[in-house]
C-alpha cells in the first residue's frame, strides 16, 4: 500500500520543531508501523537525509520503549496496543498518518520522537518497591497470598512504564503508571510494612517530577496498552488518605 | 580436527577456582574460602556494572545493599527495559512444592544432561542449590507469581520435563521477575548508593597492569565519549542472537561489550551453541525487523503438522486428517509435541525442507489447537492461552480458533559467551561475567525456564559472594584519565566513530546486518557442514571489507544518532559471526544446538563424539599468526555419566 506520513522532527531539546511530510510507497499490510518507518529511514539516508530517530527494543509490546502518537492517539488507533505491535493492515491505501513524541511537561523531547522519561524512574525510586535485601527472605510458602489478591496484583504490575497515560493525560499526570505500582505492591502481604509510606512518597515525587494533578479525565486507560484500570486510582486515593490521617 | 589454516591450538584453559571434593559441598566451600572484604572499607570500592537485565539489575542491587559503590549502565533509557523484561514461560527452581520427586540433584542431572553433556558439573550444581534461594528472594520482593486457591505458589511443567518446577507469572514472567530486581535496583539509587547511567553504551574495556578497572562509554543523547574506573568490571550484556538479524531478542541486543573484552584478551567460549526456538511466529516479508517468540506452553496442547503432500496449497480445514502428518507424534511417540527445542527445531526444517512448509514461501509448519478445543472447550483454552492467541492475532491477522497457527524456528538464545572460571571471572582478571553473556552453565543446550534462573543466580547470589574475594585485595592504585591505557581506549573509541561518519559509503548498516544474518541462518542455523561453513567464512570476510568500505552512516558522533549504533554493534557481529563459524567448523560432532551434518545416526539424530569433542572451546582473539586461537577446558563427568539423549 501508499501512504504519507507527517512526522514531528525536531533535531534536539533546544531545537524548534515541525511536522514533515513523507510519501511511503508499496508496504506491505502485514509491516508492523515501526517497519513502515524503518522502511522510510532506509530511504532517507540513502538520499543524504537525517533518519527518523524512535524508541523501540522489544518490538513485541513489553519493554515499552515505544512511544508515538498516531494521529492524535498515544500508540495508535487499535485498542490495547503498542506502538510496536501496531500493523498496517489497520490502515488504508492512500492515507496520510500524523506521527509525533509524546507530549507532556515532564517528558522533554530530545529528538525527534524520543522523549525523556526518566521522571518515571524517580517516581519508583521515592518508593515503587519492597525493601527485601538479598538473603533476607523467608520461605517463599511462609506467607500464603489468597489467589484473587495474587491476581489483581499480577494485572497492576503488567504495567510496562510506557507512558501513554501521561501523554493522552489532558494534565499531563502519571496518576495511572503510579497507581498501578501502589495497587501491585499493596496488594501484596510483603508490601504492607511500607504501603503508607510508598504512597505518600511516590506521589510527592510525581509533583516534584513536574507531572500534572488527575481530574479523572480518564482518558490514561482509554490508551493504556495493559488496560490498566481506572478503578487502581480510586485505590490509590484511599491509600493516600488512609495514610494521611495515621500521620 | 587439528589446528588449520583458520584456527590454532593454545595451551588447554584450566579453572582454578573451582573447588573439589563432593559435588554437594562445592559452593559452600567456595563461599568459605573466599576473602570477605571489610564492611567499612566496601564503601571505598568500586563496581562498574554493565547490563540491568535480570544478571545485571539483580548483581547491582546486592552489590550496593552490601556497601559497595556501584555504577550501572545500560542502552535503553531505563534500565526496566533490558531484554529480560520480554522472557514468558516462567523460572525453574528446585523447591519441590509439587512433591514429585524433584530435588536439587534431579535439576542438576536434567540440567547437565539437556545441555547434551558440555557444561561443567560444579557450575549446574550451584545454579540448581541457589534455584531456590531465587524463589523466595523474588516473593520477598513481591513478585506476583501465580498462585493456586490456597494461596501457595503454582508450578507448571515446561520445556518435556517430568516434573513441575516451574514457577511463572502468566505469559509475563522475564516482566515480572526483571520489575523486582528494577526496583531493587531503584531503591539502592534512590539511597544513593549506585549511580545509574541509563542510555550509556559501553564501547571499550579499559585494562591497566593487566586488570579491568574501566570501561569508555558513548552517552548515546549528547555523544560525549568519556572514561569510567573501579576497581572490577561486570559484563551483565546478555546474548548476542542478533547477530543473525532476525531473532526473537530485542533491537538493540549486541555483542558489543563482550566483543570488546574479547579483543582486549578474554576468552570466548563455545560461541557456536546457539538455541534455535520451534515456535516462533514465521517471517512475512522482506520488511521483517524481528521475530516473535510464541511460549513453548502451547506445545503442551497444540499438535505440531504438515500435510503428507509436498507443495499442498490447501486451506489446513480442507486436507483430511488421513493426509496429515503429525510428524513429531510419528518420529518420537514417546515425547510426541513434547520433544526438546533442538529436536523440533530440526524436525520442522525438516519438512519445509522436503517440500512440505506451510504458508508464504513454505517455511511454517502448524501448531494446531482445534483438538484441544473439542477436548477442552474454547473456553478453557482462551484462559490457559488466551493473550498469546491474541498476540499472535494482531501480528499475524489470522485467527488461531479459527485455522491453526503457522510456526516456525528462529533464533533465541546463544549458550556461548565470554569463558569464565568458577567464580564468574573472565580470563582478565577483575573482569566478571554474568547471565546470557557468559558461557557457564548450559552446556551445549539450555533448558526452557532455566536462562533466567541463571540470571539471577548469577546477580543475587554467586557474583555477590565470589567477587568480594576479587575486591579483598583492593582498592587497587589510582586509573587517570591520562594513564597511557585508558589513553589508549578512548582513542580506539574516537577512532572507529570517527571511520564510520567518514567511509560515507552506498549501503545502510541495515542491510549490512540483514546479509549477515542470512549467511549465519543458512549455513550456521540449524544444520551445519563442513562446506558451507568454509564458504560462510569466505562470505563474512568479504561482507567485512566491504562493510569498511561502502557503509553510509548519516548525521555526527556528537548527537543521539541511532545508526551510528547501530553501526558500531554490527561491526562487532560480523567479527562474531566469523568465529562462530570457525568454532561450528572445529567442532565436527553434533551436541544440542549444534547440529553437523556429517555427524549423525543413520536415523538422522544427533551423534556426539565424547572422546575427542568433551571440552569447552575457549578462543582467543589473535593468534601469533593471526588466526583465534583454541584453548580447551576439559569436561568431566563424575555424577551424570554421558549418555546418548533419546526422545523417541
Ligand atoms: C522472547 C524471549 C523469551 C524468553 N523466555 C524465557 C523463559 O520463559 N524462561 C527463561 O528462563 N528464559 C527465557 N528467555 C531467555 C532469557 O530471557 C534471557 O536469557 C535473560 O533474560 C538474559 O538476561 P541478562 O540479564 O543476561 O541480559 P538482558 O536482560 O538482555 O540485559 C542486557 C543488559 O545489558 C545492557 N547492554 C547490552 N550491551 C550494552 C552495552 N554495550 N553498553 C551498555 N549496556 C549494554 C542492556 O541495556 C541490558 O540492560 C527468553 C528470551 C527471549 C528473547
Ligand atoms: S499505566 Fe498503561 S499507559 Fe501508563 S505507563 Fe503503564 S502501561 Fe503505559
Ligand atoms: S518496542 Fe518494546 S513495547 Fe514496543
Keep these: 500500500m501508499d501512504i504519507k506520513v507527517r512526522v514531528w522532527r525536531q533535531s534536539g531539546p533546544s531545537a524548534g520543531g515541525k511536522m514533515v511530510a513523507y510519501d511511503v510507497k508499496g508496504i506491505s499490510p502485514d509491516a508492523s508501523f515501526l517497519e513502515m518507518i524503518d522502511v522510510l529511514n532506509e530511504t532517507l539516508i540513502l538520499d543524504g537525509d537525517d533518519p527518523i530517530a524512535f524508541d523501540h527494543d522489544c518490538r513485541e509490546g513489553i519493554c515499552g520503549a515505544c512511544s508515538m502518537v498516531i494521529n492524535g492517539v498515544a500508540h495508535g488507533p487499535e485498542k490495547a496496543t503498542t506502538t510496536c505491535q501496531l500493523h498496517m493492515r489497520k490502515f488504508k491505501d492512500g492515507d496520510v498518518i500524523d506521527v509525533e513524541p509524546w507530549r507532556a511537561a515532564a517528558f522533554p523531547v530530545i529528538k525527534d520522537l524520543i522523549v525523556d522519561r526518566s521522571a518515571f524512574d524517580q517516581i519508583i525510586q521515592a518508593g515503587g518497591y519492597i525493601s527485601a535485601p538479598t538473603g533476607t ?38 496518576m495511572l503508571f503510579t497507581a498501578a505500582k501502589i495497587s501491585h505492591l499493596g496488594l501484596m ?12 512518597d511516590m506521589l510527592q515525587a510525581q509533583d516534584d517530577a513536574g507531572f500534572g494533578g488527575c481530574t479523572n479525565a480518564g482518558e490514561c486507560t482509554m490508551v493504556c496498552p495493559k488496560g490498566i484500570p481506572l478503578s487502581l486510582i480510586g485505590r490509590l486515593n484511599s491509600d493516600y488518605r488512609k495514610a494521611i490521617t495515621k500521620r | 580436527m587439528a589446528a588449520t589454516e583458520f584456527w590454532s591450538e593454545g595451551e588447554p584453559v584450566v579453572d582454578k577456582a573451582a573447588p573439589d571434593g563432593p559435588v554437594e559441598t562445592r559452593w559452600d566451600r567456595r563461599k568459605f574460602s573466599a576473602k570477605l572484604v571489610n564492611p567499612a572499607n566496601r564503601r571505598k570500592l568500586t563496581v562498574i556494572i554493565v547490563g540491568t537485565g535480570l544478571a545485571g539489575g539483580s548483581a547491582a542491587a546486592t552489590l550496593a545493599e552490601a556497601g559497595y559503590h556501584v555504577k550501572s549502565y545500560c542502552y535503553q533509557d531505563s534500565p526496566r527495559r533490558a531484554h529480560s523484561i520480554a522472557a514468558q514461560g516462567g523460572i525453574n527452581a528446585a523447591k519441590n512444592y509439587r512433591n514429585d520427586g524433584d530435588s536439587v540433584y534431579r535439576l542438576f542431572y536434567d540440567t547437565v544432561k539437556g545441555g547434551d553433556f558440555r557444561a561443567r558439573e560444579s557450575n549446574v550444581y550451584r545454579l540448581a542449590q541457589v534455584s531456590v534461594n531465587i524463589i523466595d528472594q523474588c516473593v520477598a520482593q513481591g513478585v506476583p507469581f501465580a498462585r493456586e486457591y490456597g494461596g501457595l505458589l503454582d508450578n507448571r511443567s515446561f520445556g518435556g520435563t ?72 561486570v559484563l551483565a550484556s546478555g546474548g548476542y542472537g542478533n547477530v543473525f538479524f532476525l531473532s526473537t531478542n530485542a533491537k538493540g541486543c549486541n555483542v558489543t561489550a563482550s566483543w570488546r573484552a574479547h579483543r582486549k584478551g578474554a576468552l570466548f567460549a563455545n560461541p557456536c551453541y546457539t538455541q534455535i526456538h520451534p515456535t516462533c511466529i514465521p517471517e512475512s516479508g522482506s520488511h521483517q525487523s524481528k521475530l516473535t517468540l510464541m511460549s513453548e506452553s502451547l506445545r ?148 526452557g525456564a532455566s536462562a533466567l534462573m541463571q540470571g539471577l543466580a548469577d546477580g543475587y547470589f554467586v557474583l555477590p559472594n565470589t567477587i568480594s574475594n576479587y575486591l579483598a585485595s583492593g582498592p587497587f592504585p589510582k586509573v587517570t584519565e591520562t594513564d597511557a591505557p585508558v589513553v589508549e581506549a578512548r582513542k580506539q573509541v574516537e577512532d572507529r566513530i570517527e571511520k564510520f561518519l567518514s567511509i560515507d559509503g552506498d549501503r545502510t548498516v541495515d542491510s549490512f546486518h540483514r546479509e549477515l544474518g542470512h549467511i549465519m541462518w543458512e549455513y550456521c542455523g540449524m544444520e551445519r557442514t563442513e562446506e558451507g561453513l568454509t564458504k560462510a567464512i569466505g562470505l563474512i570476510r568479504a561482507l567485512k571489507e566491504e562493510f569498511w568500505t561502502r557503509v553510509k552512516v548519516p548525521g555526527k558522533g556528537e548527537e543521539l544518532n541511532q545508526n551510528l549504533e547501530k553501526a558500531g554493534r554490527v561491526a562487532d557481529f560480523i567479527e562474531l559471526g566469523e568465529l562462530m563459524c570457525i568454532d561450528a567448523l572445529h567442532r565436527r560432532e553434533s551436541c544440542g544446538g549444534h547440529f553437523r551434518g556429517e555427524s549423525q545416526t543413520p536415523d538422522g539424530e544427533a551423534l556426539r563424539h565424547d572422546d575427542e569433542f568433551s571440552y569447552a572451546a575457549a578462543w582467543e582473539y589473535f593468534g601469533a599468526d593471526g588466526k583465534p586461537t583454541l584453548h580447551k577446558e576439559d569436561l568431566n563427568f563424575e555424577y551424570v555419566h554421558p549418555s546418548t539423549r533419546s526422545y523417541k
Design chain 1, 189 to 200: 502481604p510483603q508490601g504492607q510494612p511500607e504501603r503508607d509510606s510508598r504512597v505518600i
Design chain 2, 162 to 233: 517430568q516434573v513441575s518446577r516451574t514457577f511463572y507469572a502468566r505469559g509475563q514472567t522475564g516482566q515480572q521477575l526483571l520489575l523486582g530486581a528494577y526496583q531493587a535496583l531503584e531503591r539502592q539509587i534512590g539511597l544513593g548508593n549506585v549511580e545509574m547511567n541509563a542510555r550509556h553504551e559501553m564501547l571499550e574495556l579499559i585494562i591497566v597492569d593487566g586488570k579491568a578497572r574501566g570501561i569508555v562509554v558513548r552517552d548515546m543523547v549528547t555523544g560525549e565519549i568519556s572514561t569510567e574506573f573501579a576497581d572490577a568490571v
Design chain 2, 300 to 447: 503442551n496442547d497444540g499438535r505440531v503438522w504438515v500435510p503428507k503432500a509436498q507443495k499442498d496449497t490447501r486451506k489446513a480445514s480442507d486436507i483430511p486428517e488421513d493426509e496429515r502428518d503429525y510428524y513429531l507424534e510419528r518420529i518420537y511417540p514417546s515425547f510426541g509435541n513434547l520433544v526438546p527445542r533442538d529436536i523440533a527445531s530440526r524436525a520442522a526444517k525438516n519438512v519445509c525442507d522436503e517440500g512440505r512448509g506451510v504458508g508464504p514461501g513454505g517455511l511454517g509448519v502448524y501448531l494446531d489447537f482445534a483438538d484441544a478445543i473439542s477436548r477442552l472447550g474454547r473456553k478453557a483454552v482462551e484462559a490457559k492461552y488466551g493473550n498469546l492467541f491474541e498476540m499472535y492475532e494482531r501480528i499475524t491477522g489470522e485467527d488461531p480458533y479459527e485455522q491453526p497457527m503457522r510456526i516456525y524456528p528462529a533464533v533465541h538464545y546463544t549458550m556461548g559467551g565470554l569463558w569464565v572460571d568458577y567464580d564468574l571471572q573472565s580470563t582478565v582478571p577483575g573482569l566478571f561475567v554474568v547471565g546470557e553473556a557468559n558461557f557457564s552453565d548450559h552446556g551445549a543446550n539450555r533448558l
Design chain 1, 137 to 174: 527472605a523467608p520461605d517463599a510458602h511462609a506467607t500464603p497470598v489468597p489467589k484473587k489478591d495474587a491476581d489483581l496484583a499480577f494485572e497492576a504490575a503488567t504495567c510496562i512504564g510506557c507512558g501513554a497515560c501521561v501523554a493522552a493525560c489532558p494534565n499531563g499526570s502519571s
